[in-house]
């Protein structure tokens, strides 16, 4: 069910894939959902095959084994989840490894921490280093 398209530039028109990181347009997360419910087999990931989690538990384990293997995709993750909490310097680690890998939207967020003043202190070159990179 992997249709080769571009991906589409709206991120509303993907689904992000929390097994593997990988983003997947929603016509072909729907056409595996289909595939699926046809020939009676339990939900998976349409990448990797890895089934998806049944509870939030399963769910997070399967997140923080992404961080552990410094999956960038997870670690910005896991840092948008911590400034959600308050918890701006520990974000602030996790946005900077996930720079370090190569994630756009990691350097992104860093600069809105810089700009804001979250975790860190304001600091404009900063900032402007890191919406330059994304």
Do not use: W
């Not at 998976?44 to 049944?54: E, G, I, Q, T």
């Not at 909490?85 to 996930?98: I, Q, V």
């Amino acid at each position: 069910p992997i249709c080769c398209l571009p991906m589409p530039l709206d991120i509303e028109k993907s689904t992000a894939m929390n097994c593997c990181s990988n983003l997947l347009c929603d016509g072909c997360y729907i056409a595996n959902l289909g595939r699926e419910a046809k020939a009676s087999l339990a939900p998976s990931c349409a990448l990797c095959r890895k089934p998806m989690p049944k509870t939030d538990e399963e769910l997070e384990m399967q997140n923080m084994e992404r961080v552990e293997a410094n999956d960038p995709v997870a670690l910005c993750h896991k840092g948008t989840k911590l400034c959600m909490e308050g918890d701006y310097t520990s974000a602030f680690e996790y946005y900077t490894k996930a720079t370090e890998l190569g994630d756009f939207e990691a350097h992104f967020k860093l600069a809105t921490l810089y700009y804001n003043g979250q975790g860190v202190e304001k600091n404009v070159g900063k900032q402007i280093h890191h919406l330059e990179e994304a």
